[in-house]
């Protein structure tokens, strides 16, 4: 939540900056704002709005020069998005800035006592009073004599963290002063903060992709440290310590895979990518040899996978709906008990969890506040936690015991697409081997290793229905609800499809396992409310298709996502979009992407935003 871009070298910063700041916006877009150290004083500029109706506009009309600037994306959690509570804020004095993403818990307290001090507030937020706290700690250090350029610890490092000391809860933070304009610091807990490595340069970005364009050197930055930059040069520190550890490392995309390309929106092109995307959570996993699944950062032995006797999945959003496919995935094959939490649920529940349990997070962005405590806490109680990713050296990465890359790409639409089905085939990799280790047939294995390497091209199948998929979606698009039901491994599939239309079209819709319905929600339908069933030609087929029956008997409207051949069920529903036939563990990998499609043309049809849905962003870094 909330993107920060922070530039120092010898090019204009601003176009950098905004350019960043676009490329970060799915983070965030209530407001955006930017501040550029012009001939050596800070100039701001911030506006409500998104990128290229506010801040951009304003830029063009007053545009600032300096080669040390830095930028910030809003998603508001202190105070509406106004241009007053946009980034940059500055402290009491007007001479330091900064940019800030997370929370600062104690921002009530800290702000009463800097009032009772003489200072006075612009905006209703948090990050203001950090700044303000900096320049407070600044100032104190003027009064001893400490300002020195060449000191151990730079002193608007030392400044920021002697703030920081005080300050409880989440930042990632970008702060620039006039008294020192050759340098730029950045700091973190809890919230992303990487460094990028330039020649001649340097940056800080809350994500790769704002900086991947000019750097592919960067720094993960971990909780508590603060990092001075000069143009040429760094020092890593800690909050608490004048010395500090890093580790470079490459960013493993390319620019272009952060680009949109000839798409309309980055949602249908990551929905496009995914027969490829697939192919990379698949490759060099399959072995067929043995007839199951292998990976190579699972950081654990046969006997250690072996002696596990239960398995906790925790997740938020669509990651959480992936788990539930895992659940029926592992139990099936491999005969483990599962049990799926919210992650916002589980770190609060003093949930008793056996010993010999594995705990695994599931996670897109591998920053998700929730899920990233959930993880902490199965780590605090002594669990091993594996984690399935898509962002490589994301916190929840790194702090696992193990885990699986999905090898996705940058996932930019802040309805997830790509990743959920990527999850999904690492989940059923994961299963495989699971079952293997214990009591899967070699020729099961072998049947589902073939299933998975038709998957690729049979989404490919189901995308050049694009069109077909359009026009059903233009027929429903003014309808106010929608149901999407499913069974089994398709339950969680209804949940997501109906997760992809709210959050994208704003219509209501509710996902239940098919037979739910007439426990309650049946009662919701009419003519206008349309049914999505998930309904392939499996071992439930005619209870589901009763389930059909009794939403047709109640005049409501029926879509089928149904298995290629079922030639009967097209006289039966109002629409039909096929999925090509496949063993019933492997459909959700298929049937996800007409429900994805659905709801994007929907969505697209009734001028929604796509890839910037209301109240809503890509990374959920506060609890
Ligand atoms: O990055 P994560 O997978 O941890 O994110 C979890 C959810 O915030 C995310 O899936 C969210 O629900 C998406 N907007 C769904 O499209």
């Known amino acids: 939540m909330c993107g920060i871009i922070g530039y120092i070298g010898k090019q204009q910063a601003s176009p950098i900056v905004i350019d960043g700041l676009r490329r970060l916006e799915y983070r965030g877009y209530d407001s955006a704002g930017l501040a550029v150290l012009a001939d050596g004083k800070l100039a701001t500029r911030k506006r409500k709005g998104k990128i290229d109706e506010g801040l951009a506009v304003l830029h ?39 940019v800030h993403n997370g929370v600062i818990e104690n921002y009530d307290s800290l702000r009463k006592k800097l009032e009772a001090k003489g200072h006075t507030f612009k905006s209703e937020t948090d990050t203001e009073v950090l700044a303000h706290l900096i320049g407070e700690r600044y100032a104190a250090l003027e009064k001893a004599g400490h300002i020195k350029e060449n000191a151990a610890t730079h002193p608007l490092a030392q400044a920021t963290k002697d703030a920081l000391k005080d300050a409880v809860g989440t930042y990632g933070v970008v702060v620039i002063s006039e008294m020192h304009p050759g340098v730029m610091v950045g700091a973190r807990r809890g919230s992303p903060l990487i460094v990028g490595i330039g020649n001649d340069e340097n ?27 000069w143009e040429d040069n760094f020092k890593m520190e800690t ?66 996978l072996r002696a596990i006797d239960k398995i906790v999945i925790t997740a938020c959003g669509t990651s959480w709906h992936a788990a539930l496919v895992g659940e029926y995935l592992i139990e099936e094959m491999a005969h483990i008990p599962v049990e799926v939490e919210y992650a916002s649920e589980y770190r609060y529940r003093n949930a008793p969890i056996d010993k010999n ?25 002594g669990h091993t936690v594996l984690s399935i990713c898509n962002v490589v050296g994301s916190t929840i990465a790194r702090e696992s015991d193990g885990g699986i890359y999905l090898h996705a790409g940058p996932e930019i639409g802040v309805a997830s697409t790509k990743a959920f089905v990527s999850q999904v085939t690492a989940l059923t990799l994961f299963a495989l ?44 698009k003014d309808c106010h609800n929608f149901f999407f039901l499913g069974r089994q ?3 969680p599939v209804a949940l997501e499809g109906a997760l992809k239309l709210k959050e994208i079209s704003y219509i209501h819709a509710e996902g239940y396992p098919a037979a739910e319905m007439k426990h309650g929600p049946i009662a919701m339908i009419d003519e206008n409310t349309p049914t999505v069933v998930v309904l392939p030609t499996d071992a439930l087929y005619e209870k589901t298709y009763s389930n059909l029956e009794e939403i047709k008997a109640r005049k409501g409207p029926t879509v089928a996502i149904a298995t290629e051949g079922n030639t009967h069920i097209a006289e039966k529903v109002d ?8 063993w019933e563990c492997i459909n959700p990998l298929l049937a996800v992407i007409p429900l994805q499609l659905l709801s994007y043309h929907i969505a697209v049809a009734r001028e929604c935003d796509v890839d910037k849905p209301r109240n809503l962003a890509k990374s959920v870094t506060v609890e």
């Open 60 to 98: 063009k009309q007053s545009p600032v020069t300096g080669t040390v600037g830095m930028g910030h994306t809003r998603w508001a959690t202190h105070g509406l998005p106004t241009d007053e509570n946009s980034h940059p804020h500055l402290d009491q004095s007007g001479r330091i800035a900064i």
């Open 239 to 304: 909050v608490s310590d004048n010395s500090g550890s890093y580790q470079i490392s490459d960013i493993e995309f390319d620019a272009e895979a952060a680009d949109k390309g000839d798409f309309d929106h980055y949602m249908l092109k990551e929905i496009f990518e995914q027969p490829q995307t697939v192919k990379n959570a698949l490759r060099g996993r399959m072995d067929f040899e043995e007839s199951t699944a292998k990976f190579g950062g699972l950081n654990m032995s046969v006997a250690e």
């Open 357 to 381: 349990t594995l705990c695994i997070v599931i996670t897109q962005s591998g920053e998700t506040a929730d899920t990233l405590a959930g993880l902490r806490e199965s780590k605090r109680r």
């Open 433 to 476: 081997m699971m079952g293997r280790i214990r009591m899967l047939s070699n020729r099961r294995g072998t049947q589902i290793l073939k299933a998975l390497e038709a998957v690729p091209g049979q989404i490919q199948k189901i995308l050049d229905q694009n069109d077909e998929i359009r026009r059903i979606a233009l027929k429903y």
């Open 203 to 229: 940056f800080l970005a809350s994500d790769a992709n704002a900086i991947v364009n000019y750097t592919k050197r960067v720094i993960y930055l971990k909780d508590y440290d603060v990092v001075t930059l």
């Open 575 to 582: 629409d039909v979009i096929y999925v090509p036939e496949t």
């Open 489 to 491: 491994y398709n339950f």
